[in-house]
T-cell receptor, first 117, second 114 residues
Framework: NAGVTQTPKFRVLKTGQSMTLLCAQD?????MYWYRQDPGMGLRLIHY???????AKGEVPDGYNVSRLKKQNFLLGLESAAPSQTSVYFC????????????????FGSGTRLTVV | KNQVEQSPQSLIILEGKNCTLQ??????????LRWYKQDTGRGPVSLTI?????NTKSNGRYTATLDADTKQSSLHITASQLSDSASYIC?????????????FGAGTRLAVHP
């Protein structure tokens, strides 16, 4: 049982390049999230999904796109990378069906450290 | 504006000592408060989750308290170990009109020295 797996773990991009970050979970969770973590700041939500085939914008969605074609996978795309997107990206998942006041646990991946030069 | 503020930003203690980390929040509507531990190079791992009606919750040597009136929480670590060296993140869960939203504090970086 791997939990939440993120690939790649590290990547260096040149400004303007594109890439896709992959998040895979094997817990049959409904909800999946993409966050970014920057020094001195709390994690900020980029996009999220409440089920297969659904996506929604979070707090800082600009410059990113996502897709959830399969329940177990949540992809984060950068179409034209910018230095401001240098960050550590975390994927998380949780089970659904508990309503908005859920105390259900979020499971986080180990992160992808992305540097845009 | 929903905010979660943690203090101190960083802390150094000697192995075996106790410490307390603080969290103040202004989040509405409040759903629950979580403490996470994040080891260097890893994702956050849940320590405790407390709802509005819970004042305290323990997980081994970790004890979290919640005062919903003053909107403050603390995480007390007893008899610290070297493996406690990590960032501790306070996270408040809100439920604004549609989905369960997590508001993260910036974390307290704890270093436990032998």
């Amino acid at each position: 049982n791997a939990g939440v797996t993120q690939t790649p773990k590290f990547r260096v991009l040149k400004t303007g390049q594109s890439m896709t970050l992959l998040c895979a979970q094997d817990m049959n969770h409904e909800y999946m999230y993409w966050y970014r973590q920057d020094p001195g700041m709390g994690l900020r939500l980029i996009h999220y999904s409440v089920g297969e085939g659904t996506t929604a914008k979070g707090e800082v969605p600009d410059g990113y796109n996502v897709s959830r074609l399969k329940k177990q996978n949540f992809l984060l795309g950068l179409e034209s990378a910018a230095p401001s997107q240098t960050s550590v990206y975390f994927c998380a998942s949780r089970s659904g069906g508990e309503g908005l006041t859920t105390t259900g646990g979020y499971t986080f991946g180990s992160g992808t450290r992305l540097t845009v030069v | 504006k929903n905010q979660v503020e943690q203090s101190p930003q960083s802390l150094i203690i000697l192995e075996g000592k106790n410490c307390t980390l603080q969290c103040n929040y202004t989040v509405s509507p409040f759903s629950n408060l979580r403490w996470y531990k994040q080891d260097t190079g890893r994702g956050p791992v849940s320590l405790t989750i407390m709802t509005f009606s819970e004042n305290t919750k323990s997980n081994g040597r970790y004890t979290a308290t919640l005062d919903a009136d003053t909107k403050q929480s603390s995480l007390h670590i007893t008899a610290s170990q070297l493996s406690d060296s990590a960032s501790y993140i306070c996270v408040v869960s809100a439920s604004p009109g549609g989905y369960n939203k997590l508001i993260f504090g910036a974390g307290t970086r704890l270093a436990v020295h032998p």
